[in-house]
Structures are given as C-alpha cells and as structure tokens.
C-alpha cells in the first residue's frame, strides 16, 4: 500500500512569513496526526483528527498554527507568522482507527521547515 | 510531570554485536509501548511493540524487554548491521484512552564496521 505522503520536503522562510504543509494519510486510515520534531528530539503530537474532527490540539500554538481537514482525507498545516524557533521537522502521520493504543501508526517522511 | 526519557543519547557497537537500547517511563498507567526507528530524512518506522501484560516479545533479530517493577524497557538488536543505524525511539500510551502517544527524546545508534 501506498504511504503517508507529504509535501514539501523542505522549505526556507524568513521570520513572519507563512507557509504550508500537506499530508495524504493511507487509504482508509480514519485518524490523522500532525508532528513536530525538533533536532534532537522525539516528536511532539500538534494536532490529532479523527476523520474531520480534532480530538486533541492541545499543543498547537494556535495563535501561529492552523490545521484542517476538510473532507476527512488530506490535511494542511499552516504556520503564519513564523518564527525561528519553529523550525523543525513537521511529521505526519496516519492509523486505521481512533487513538495510538494498539493501533501503529505510520509516518511520512515529514516536512523540514528553516526558518531564518 | 510524564516523560519518557532514554539512558543514553548515542551508542556505538561493532557490526555483528548485539546492541541494548534502554527507555525509563514514568507514567506507571501507562500499558502500551511500541519501538520505533528513525534514519536520517525519514519519518520513523514501526520496530515493535509490547503490551503490559508481557515480559518480553521478539521478533526479526529485535526483542522487547518490559520491566514494569522500574518502569524500563529496552530493545535488543542481534547481530547488528550498518543498517541499523539510526535514532531509536520508545513511545508510551494507554489502552483504550484518548491520550497522546509520547515519545522519548531518541538514541542514536551507530554501528561500526
């Protein structure tokens, strides 16, 4: 089966510039998670969706970030404006049902984001 | 407050070796944890798995030990290659609940020819 594809790879912005991810989960998988991961560290969760629905987006700066997903397949992730300390890489990631628990989730190759 | 933390932030082994990846969890709800690998420019990859109600699981030249009494786990790779170098996480959660899946901060494994 095809992956968990995003886009772009990468992306240089300056401070206060905006800018957006996308994210195509596995067919099928009901529930989408948005990840930062900065160097040296493990991911942070941003943003979980169940279908179209937020279930947790309890860590999204949301005076800076923005996540949608209209019709319950792909997701954008938006930053506007940026900052430096943004710069990350931003994982996405998809499971066949509701909640991490036994339910493996799989990961796209991110999106690496410099923010100068 | 919940951190999964891993001992030691790199380790280096001999191609062949076996290799030890040690993960402290603090959350004692916490029943559910899964190895994850991470190569340079990817997003991590699904290692194994291991509930509570185990000691221990293996699979492909990886094992899982659970030690719940000190809250530890660990991931043993047999016979280490050079493509298994990478960054090994753990991550933790409970069954059944809504909470987030945590992950540790990472070991950087290098494996030595």
């Known amino acids: 089966e095809a992956g968990v594809a995003q886009s772009p790879r990468y992306k240089i912005i300056e401070k206060r510039q905006s800018v957006a991810f996308w994210c195509n989960p596995i067919s099928g998988h009901a529930t989408l998670y948005w990840y930062q991961q900065i160097l040296g560290q493990g991911p942070k969760l941003l943003i979980q969706f169940q279908n179209n629905g937020v279930v947790d987006d309890s860590q999204l700066p949301k005076d800076r970030f923005s996540a949608e997903r209209l019709k319950g397949v792909d997701s954008t992730l938006k930053i506007q404006p940026a900052k430096l300390e943004d710069s990350a890489v931003y994982l996405c990631a998809s499971s066949l049902v509701f909640g991490a628990g036994a339910n493996v989730l799989t990961f796209g190759a991110g999106s690496r984001l410099t923010v100068l | 407050g919940e951190s999964v933390g891993l001992h030691l932030p790199t380790l280096s082994v001999q191609e062949g070796d076996n290799s030890i990846i040690n993960c402290a969890y603090s959350?004692?709800?916490?029943?559910?944890f899964i190895w994850y690998k991470q190569e340079s420019g990817k997003g991590p990859q699904f290692i194994i798995d291991?509930?509570?109600?185990?000691d221990k699981r293996q699979g492909q030249r990886v094992t899982v030990l659970l030690n719940k009494t000190v809250k530890h786990l660990s991931l043993q790779i047999a016979a280490t290659q050079p493509g298994d170098s990478a960054v090994y996480f753990c991550?933790?959660?409970?069954?059944?609940?809504?909470?987030?899946?945590?992950f540790g901060s990472g070991t950087q494994l290098t494996v030595l020819p």
């Open positions: 959350n004692s709800a916490s029943d559910y």
């Open positions: 991550a933790e959660n409970i069954l059944g609940s809504a909470r987030q899946l945590t």
């Open positions: 291991i509930r509570s109600n185990m």
